[in-house]
Structures are given as structure tokens and as C-alpha cells.
């Protein structure tokens, strides 16, 4: 294929409309910085893009969760619907994950997949519901997701604290999971890296297959487009939209069981939660993570990756005289721009395709010139 031919593809505009999106948040996060300390500005600056370099095995540990929060958004977009409810998906899952691991411990190899698996089926579950009030009562999933936010993560810390094997009160956090429940650490020295970045890529690549390469991608994809023409072309609308939040709230909750259970790097120690009744920031930052990746499964690692590169420089901006949430500005930027993607990418094909068509035409004056 040539450059030509791929820079009038739809993936080509996109990828450049995000990184546009990109380029004009950090050009004002950097201005945020020049006017808050301009002599710390610039390396302050460098440390945020390429500190994260440093420990990328903890740069991909925090990315993990974010992409599953990243591809439940970004596959319910694909459906038509905007699945804000990622954060209270995420939380049940890390609540039915943690559930298991204390209720049922199993000395078995398989006790960590139990697990997981029931992580994905809290997740599911919470995502259920909002499929079911759209596609029964046309209830719009922005107005239920977000209220199951709330609901989830107040039943969740409510569960907590009222289980004395599950909460330790003194610490007003959860107790340690054991050994058995925690997922298999990649072996990298002061590193919580684990398999689970392995299973999110594998997802991810799943994702971008049924999606775009079968059957039942396409119904779920038609139902997103135009819910009466599906129907009227046989396909069960109601029921895609159902399996679309049930999937969507299932990768959320894989997301939220990949954080509890990753391993910790103190000897019988393990991840926790503090149930302090605030909404995980992971389902909000999945939002940003699947408009930067404009919902391509594919797309949405680098994306989450990208942010988790972010977040990580951000944490060391302080040696700089700089707030932590410098970088939130800058992702609040980025989001901005990414939400008008698609403007961007439609503004940019048109300035190619308007150049493109004048180069033609220019070709074709000369020959007739000549």
C-alpha cells in the first residue's frame, strides 16, 4: 500500500487527529508550568514526558487497570452507547474479586483465577443494568451508569466494613489477601508487574478481532448505528444492547479485579482498598484513555499507556517545585481536545482531501500545457 493510499484511510486521520489532541495538551500544560515557575518549567516539563521511562515495568502496572476501564468504554462507544458506569463496574469487580479470595480460600494454584474470573462476573453484572433499562424502558445509560457509580461503590464499602474477615478497622483499609489469591508477578525486581498486562493485550487483540472481523461484531456495531434499522434487518436490538453493557461492565470489573490482586513487592503483604466512599478515579480515567484511543481496542494500549506514562512523571514533578496534579490539568486538556476527535479527524481529512484534489488538478494543467 502506498503513503498515499494510507493517509486517506480512516485509522491514519485518527491517529493524527490524537495526536493533535495530545500535542495541544501538553503545549498547555507546559504554559501552566511556564507561568506557575518558569525557571523549573522546562525540566520540569521533561521530567513528566520521559521519567516514567525510567520504571517502565511500574508505568505498564499502572496501566493495566486503566486499559480495561479504557476498553469498556471504548467498546461500548463502538455500540452507540457512552458507558460512564466504568468506575462502579470496576469497583464491584474489585469487591467480587476480594470476595472470593477471603471467603474462599482454596489452596490451589487456580485460587488467583477463581478470582479473576469473579471480578469479571461482578462487573458484568453491574453493566446489566443499564443495558436492561435502555433497552427495555429507553432509559438513557448515562443517567443509570452514573447513579450505579454511586450505588455500587456505597454498597461495596458498606459490605466491607461490615466483614470482619474482609476489614481490618484499626487500618480502615481491607486485610491482606492471601498468597494463593494474588496473580503470578512477572519477576521484576521492586516491581508490582504481573500477567495481568498480558491478559488486558490479549483482550484487547480478542476485542479488535470480534469486532472487526466477525459476525457478531457487526450486529452489535449495526445495533450502535441505527438500533431500527438492525432490527428491521433481522438482528435482536435489544439483546445487543444488553450483551454490549454485560461486556462492558465485564471489563471494567477484569480491571478492577487486576488492581486488588496484583502482587505486592513486601513479603506477605497484597494489595487494598480503603473503603473511604470515593468513586475509583481508574473508571474516569478509562474515559480518557478510549477517546485518546479513539475506541480502537488497539489504539486504547498505547493510549493507556500513554496516560500511565503521564501520571507517573507527574508523581516526580514535586522535585521541580511542581504540584502532582500539574498532570491533571494536562490530561483534562488532552481529554478536552480528544472529546473532539472526531471533528478534528473529519476537519483534517477534508484539508488532505482539498489538497490532494489540487495537486491533481495541477497535474492535469500541466499535461494539457504540455
Same mark, same amino acid.
Given at each position: 500500500m &502506498?503513503l ?5 484511510t480512516?485509522g ?5 487527529a490524537s495526536l493533535?489532541a ?6 498547555f500544560g ?6 506557575a515557575?518558569?525557571?523549573? /518549567? ?5 521530567? =513528566? ?7 517502565f515495568a511500574?508505568?505498564? *502496572? #499502572? +496501566?493495566?487497570?486503566i486499559?480495561?476501564?479504557? @476498553?469498556?468504554?471504548? #467498546? /461500548?462507544f463502538k455500540m !452507540?452507547?457512552f458507558?460512564i458506569g466504568?468506575?462502579?463496574q470496576?469497583?464491584m469487580g474489585m469487591?467480587?474479586a476480594m470476595?472470593?479470595g477471603?471467603?474462599f480460600?482454596?489452596n490451589?494454584?487456580?485460587?488467583w483465577?477463581l478470582?479473576i ?11 446489566a443494568?443499564?443495558?436492561i433499562f435502555?433497552?427495555?424502558?429507553n432509559?438513557?445509560?448515562?443517567i443509570?451508569?452514573?447513579?450505579f457509580n454511586? =450505588?455500587?461503590m456505597y454498597?461495596?464499602?458498606m459490605a466491607i466494613?461490615g466483614n470482619?474477615?474482609?476489614y481490618v478497622?484499626?487500618?480502615a &483499609? ?5 498468597k494463593?489469591a494474588?496473580? #503470578?508477578s512477572l !519477576?521484576i525486581?521492586?516491581s508490582n508487574?504481573?500477567?495481568?498486562i498480558? #491478559?488486558a =493485550?490479549?483482550i484487547a487483540i480478542i ?7 466477525t459476525?457478531?461484531g457487526?450486529? @452489535?456495531? /449495526?445495533t450502535? *448505528?441505527n438500533?431500527h /434499522?438492525?432490527?428491521?434487518?433481522g438482528m435482536?436490538?435489544? &439483546?445487543?444492547?444488553i450483551l ?5 461492565? !465485564?471489563?471494567a470489573g @477484569?480491571?478492577g479485579?487486576?488492581a486488588i @490482586? ?6 506477605g503483604?497484597?494489595?487494598? *482498598?480503603?473503603?473511604i466512599n470515593?468513586i475509583a478515579?481508574?473508571?474516569f480515567? !478509562?474515559i480518557?484513555?478510549a477517546l485518546?484511543?479513539?475506541s480502537n481496542?488497539?489504539?486504547i ?5 500513554f ?13 521541580y517545585?511542581f504540584?502532582p496534579?500539574?498532570?491533571?490539568i ?8 480528544s472529546?473532539? +476527535?472526531t ?7 477534508k484539508f488532505l482531501s482539498?489538497k490532494?484534489?489540487? +495537486? ?6 500541466v499535461?494539457e500545457?504540455?
Amino acid at each position: 500500500m &502506498r503513503l498515499s493510499d494510507v493517509k486517506k484511510t480512516k485509522g491514519y486521520n485518527s491517529f493524527i487527529a490524537s495526536l493533535l489532541a495530545i500535542a495541544l495538551g501538553l503545549i498547555f500544560g507546559l504554559i501552566v508550568m511556564i507561568i506557575a515557575n518558569p525557571l523549573e /518549567a522546562f525540566p520540569g516539563f521533561a521530567t =513528566i514526558l520521559f521519567a516514567g521511562f525510567t520504571d517502565f515495568a511500574t508505568v505498564l *502496572y #499502572f +496501566a493495566t487497570p486503566i486499559l480495561m476501564t479504557g @476498553l469498556a468504554v471504548g #467498546f /461500548a462507544f463502538k455500540m !452507540g452507547m457512552f458507558n460512564i458506569g466504568a468506575s462502579g463496574q470496576y469497583t464491584m469487580g474489585m469487591f467480587f474479586a476480594m470476595y472470593v479470595g477471603f471467603m474462599f480460600p482454596v489452596n490451589s494454584p487456580l485460587h488467583w483465577i477463581l478470582c479473576i474470573l469473579a471480578g469479571m462476573i461482578g462487573g458484568m453484572l453491574w453493566g446489566a443494568i443499564p443495558g436492561i433499562f435502555k433497552a427495555f424502558f429507553n432509559v438513557n445509560e448515562v443517567i443509570t451508569s452514573i447513579m450505579f457509580n454511586y =450505588i455500587g461503590m456505597y454498597l461495596v464499602d458498606m459490605a466491607i466494613q461490615g466483614n470482619s474477615k474482609m476489614y481490618v478497622p484499626d487500618m480502615a &483499609r481491607t486485610a491482606y489477601l492471601p498468597k494463593s489469591a494474588q496473580i #503470578f508477578s512477572l !519477576g521484576i525486581k521492586g516491581s508490582n508487574l504481573n500477567l495481568s498486562i498480558i #491478559f488486558a =493485550i490479549i483482550i484487547a487483540i480478542i476485542l479488535y478481532v470480534v469486532l472487526n472481523k466477525t459476525t457478531f461484531g457487526y450486529e @452489535l456495531k /449495526a445495533t450502535g *448505528y441505527n438500533k431500527h /434499522a438492525s432490527n428491521y434487518a433481522g438482528m435482536n436490538g435489544k &439483546r445487543n444492547i444488553i450483551l454490549s453493557m454485560i461486556i462492558a461492565g !465485564g471489563l471494567a470489573g @477484569l480491571g478492577g479485579a487486576f488492581a486488588i @490482586l496484583a502482587p505486592s513487592t513486601i513479603t506477605g503483604s497484597s494489595m487494598t *482498598y480503603e473503603p473511604i466512599n470515593i468513586i475509583a478515579a481508574n473508571g474516569f480515567n !478509562g474515559i480518557a484513555v478510549a477517546l485518546l484511543g479513539v475506541s480502537n481496542p488497539i489504539g486504547i494500549i498505547f493510549s493507556a499507556s500513554f496516560i500511565s506514562l503521564l501520571q507517573r512523571g507527574g508523581t516526580t514533578a514535586s522535585l521541580y517545585g511542581f504540584k502532582p496534579e500539574i498532570i491533571d490539568i494536562v490530561i483534562a486538556v488532552i481529554i478536552y481536545f480528544s472529546a473532539f +476527535a472526531t471533528l478534528m479527524r473529519e476537519t483534517l481529512s477534508k484539508f488532505l482531501s482539498g489538497k490532494n484534489k489540487k +495537486a491533481e488538478l495541477k497535474a492535469v494543467s500541466v499535461r494539457e500545457d504540455k
